[in-house]
């Protein structure tokens, strides 16, 4: 089983594209069993305006799908729909998961930093500083019933917070007796994908400025002009990876074209070694956009198919079900109350297809 999650806080871009959905969209034609959902409840740690949230939550699920998610071999849903997430969270932060633990995260501490330097001094969120434990819960709510690890793809950035799910599934096994399957995370070998103008930042889908990242959706012009101004230097393109040294901004490019290209940074290095910025910059171009282009047009047909709406809600009663067993599985362990939760027919208010008739 292959579980992973991606936030509706923006538009996914490249990054997100290189990072998790095209590796998940492979690790996929392996595996029966994928469970991909919008991390609506994540996305609301940290600022929102719940209009936005709403047409991302749907944008990420489409674009997840127009990419190359197939959702005969797999679901796509909305977190938000299973709340066995938040109680699995509350009983994992409860039974497993550490204050001092929590304290050394580094996506936390980070935030935290940003937030004293500014005058109004606002702290973030409860939520945001609990966001691991949440994050436990998403991987540990999916048991595989042949006792197989769940595969957790993620980008390198993940891989504090996917310990932490497996310390805190150690931890609760230790003291409850054997009931969750340690999970197996899967990173992937992209590096990180920089910011277009500071290529010390990541690129990231709530960045305020939306010339730092190349959306999924930006058409052929928009592309075209934030790669022209894309920082860059004056000098040339070098022939060895060595000689690159600390000029981040290229080989944040390099890595981008050899990724869409598919070539290893070395033959991305080779194709411009001897030319300056400029070449390396129309061909990008022409690269993302030519890969791009198939995947925009399939997410402008699902945005507007009633049928692509109801695969989320088939998704998500797949997926209840899973994590309504495990929660009710917990709950026993831990000795609370037992009653039946409602149907999840009922909660989905789904009619089921009959496929026999
Ligand atoms: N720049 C990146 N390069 C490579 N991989 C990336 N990922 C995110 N940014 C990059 C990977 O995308 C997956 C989904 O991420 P997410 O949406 O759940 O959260 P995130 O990592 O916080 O992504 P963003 O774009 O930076 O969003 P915001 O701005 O909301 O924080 C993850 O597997 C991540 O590693």
């Known amino acids: 089983?292959?579980?992973?999650?991606?936030?509706?806080?923006?538009?996914?871009?490249?990054?997100?594209?290189?990072?998790?959905?095209?590796?998940?969209?492979?690790?996929?034609?392996?595996?029966?069993?994928?469970?991909?959902?919008?991390?609506?409840?994540?996305?609301?740690?940290?600022?929102?305006?719940?209009k936005a949230l709403r047409s991302n939550s749907i944008g990420v699920a489409a674009l997840l799908v127009a990419s190359g998610f197939d959702t005969s071999r797999g679901r796509v849903f909305f977190q938000s729909d299973i709340p066995e997430h938040l109680e699995l969270a509350h009983i994992l932060g409860c039974t497993a998961a550490r204050v001092g633990q929590l304290n050394r995260m580094t996506t936390f501490r980070e935030k935290m930093d940003a937030a004293t330097e500014k005058e109004s001094g606002e702290t973030p969120s409860l939520g945001l500083y609990s966001y691991p434990v949440l994050q436990a819960a998403d991987i540990l709510a999916y048991q595989d019933d042949k006792g197989k690890p769940?595969?957790?793809?993620?980008?390198?950035?993940?891989?504090?917070?996917?310990?932490?799910?497996?310390?805190?599934?150690?931890?609760?096994?230790?003291?409850?007796?054997?009931?969750?399957?340690?999970?197996?995370?899967?990173?992937?070998?992209?590096?990180?994908?920089?910011s277009l103008f500071d290529a010390s930042k990541k690129m990231s889908k709530s960045d305020p400025d939306d010339m730092n990242r190349i959306n999924l959706t930006d058409d052929a012009d928009r592309i075209r002009k934030k790669f022209r101004k894309a920082t860059s230097d004056s000098l040339y393109i070098p022939l060895t990876v060595e000689e690159i040294g600390d000029r981040a901004e290229l080989r944040n490019l390099l890595t981008i074209y050899g990724a869409f290209a598919e070539l290893t940074f070395e033959e991305s290095l080779d194709t411009f070694a001897g030319k300056g910025f400029g070449p390396l910059k129309a061909a990008l171009t022409d690269v993302?956009?030519?890969?791009?282009?198939?995947?925009?047009?399939?997410?402008?047909?699902?945005?507007?198919?009633?049928?692509?709406?109801?695969?989320?809600?088939m998704?998500?009663?797949?997926?209840?079900?899973?994590?309504?067993?495990?929660?009710?599985?917990?709950?026993?362990?831990?000795?609370?109350?037992?009653?039946?939760?409602?149907?999840?027919?009922?909660?989905?208010?789904?009619?089921?297809?009959?496929?026999?008739?």
Do not use: W
Request: aromatic residues 8%; hydrophobic residues 40%; glycine residues 6%.
């Open 1 to 50: 089983m292959i579980v992973t999650g991606i936030q509706p806080t923006g538009t996914p871009h490249i990054g997100n594209y290189l990072g998790a959905i095209k590796p998940l969209i492979a690790l996929q034609a392996e595996d029966e069993d994928t469970y991909a959902f919008v991390a609506d409840y994540h996305a609301i740690t940290a600022d929102f305006d719940p």
């Open 150 to 194: 769940t595969r957790v793809p993620v980008g390198s950035d993940q891989s504090q917070h996917l310990n932490f799910a497996i310390d805190v599934a150690q931890s609760f096994n230790h003291r409850f007796g054997q009931t969750f399957i340690i999970p197996e995370p899967v990173i992937s070998c992209t590096p990180r994908i920089m």
């Open 288 to 313: 993302v956009v030519e890969k791009l282009e198939p995947i925009q047009t399939r997410y402008r047909e699902l945005i507007v198919d009633p049928l692509f709406g109801h695969s989320l809600r």
């Open 315 to 357: 998704g998500a009663m797949a997926a209840g079900i899973l994590a309504a067993e495990t929660t009710a599985r917990v709950r026993e362990t831990i000795g609370l109350s037992d009653s039946a939760p409602a149907a999840l027919e009922e909660r989905f208010n789904l009619v089921v297809p009959n496929y026999d008739k």
